[in-house]
């Protein structure tokens, strides 16, 4: 096909043409707003022959508006039965390549190499955490992610400090990357619609993680400690969490922190300051 594969016509005609039935399971919402993907092709800063990988071709929408920039795409697609979609809606483009693999189970370190990767996607909504975890907890080399994602976890990937969308998943997102919105997307956006708003994110990769810890898995064994008890104040989290009683006053001080506070309260600086405070009581 020539035509825009974002256009609501068109994704019309190709989901008629292929008798497709959206998978609900496998998160399959089609976009149809040319603008949108353009968005997210411009936000992915592609140019002739950067490396791109897409989550989720689905019947190659965004997969178009990717390789349109002259960007080398390389897609995953886990629904083989999409093949004889793809096969058709993007035959004109030799910048595509399509993996028919859960991208979850594929052996990415072999197919990205060591060239320098962008990631892009429209991602299945029923693995957005899961997906965004695994990279950017990697060590692969992606260092820019355009996600479209449920507005409610992009929300809480930019949560402040003690706002209730604050947690876990603000810190690991924020620990290694910074993460910006680049627009809020309505359900109408989609065929079949959503039940919820979506949100692109523009995720980088830092250099250097935002704050410095001597111990990295103490800083997030912490961190598990003051979200999975937010209920509790921070000394008894730490008790639960197994870090000895008579200890806890010592490291408490040395990080200089009110152990009657909530850990939900605490910045990243003060979590990072409670691991080496944990950490030299160890060493
Ligand atoms: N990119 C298309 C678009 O924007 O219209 C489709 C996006 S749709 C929200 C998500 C796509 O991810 C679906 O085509 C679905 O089949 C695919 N998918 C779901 N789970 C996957 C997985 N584990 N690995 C690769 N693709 C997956």
New binding site residues.
């Given amino acids: 096909l020539e035509a825009n594969l974002a256009d609501r016509q068109v994704v019309q005609y190709v989901i008629r043409r292929f008798g497709i039935h959206a998978?609900h399971k496998?998160?399959?919402?089609?976009?149809i707003r040319p603008d949108v993907?353009a968005a997210i092709a411009e936000a992915a800063e592609l140019g002739e022959h950067v490396p791109v990988m897409?989550?989720?071709?689905?019947?190659g929408?965004?997969?178009q508006a990717l390789a349109e920039t002259g960007a080398d795409v390389t897609a995953?697609?886990?629904?083989k039965s999409?093949e004889r979609v793809l096969s058709h809606t993007l035959e004109h483009y030799k910048n595509i390549h399509i993996i028919y693999?859960?991208?979850?189970k594929a052996d990415l370190k072999t197919i990205l190499g060591d060239k320098d990767w962008r990631c892009a996607?429209?991602?299945?909504?029923y693995?957005t955490t899961p997906?965004l975890l695994s990279l950017i907890q990697s060590d692969l080399p992606i260092s820019l992610f355009v996600f479209m994602m449920q507005k409610e976890v992009a929300d809480r990937i930019l949560a402040k400090p003690g706002s209730k969308d604050y947690g876990a998943l603000t810190i690991a997102v924020n620990f290694d990357c910074t993460a910006e919105r680049v627009l809020d997307i309505p359900p109408s956006a989609f065929i079949p619609r959503p039940q919820v708003t979506s949100t692109v994110l523009k995720i980088r990769r830092r250099k250097t993680p935002a704050v410095e810890v001597k111990d990295r898995k103490l800083f997030f064994s912490l961190v598990k400690m003051g979200f999975g008890q937010r209920r509790k104040v921070f000394t008894n989290a730490m008790k639960s969490g197994g870090i000895p009683a008579d200890w806890i006053p010592e490291i408490l001080e040395k990080a200089d922190i009110d152990g009657k506070r909530r850990g939900e309260t605490f910045s990243m600086e003060e979590y990072a300051r409670l691991a080496d405070a944990w950490y030299d009581k160890i060493h």
């Fill in positions: 998978k496998l998160g399959q919402n089609f976009l993907v897409e989550i989720g071709a689905g019947i929408t965004l997969t995953f697609e886990l629904d999409l693999e859960d991208v979850l996607a429209n991602l299945p909504y693995i997906i």
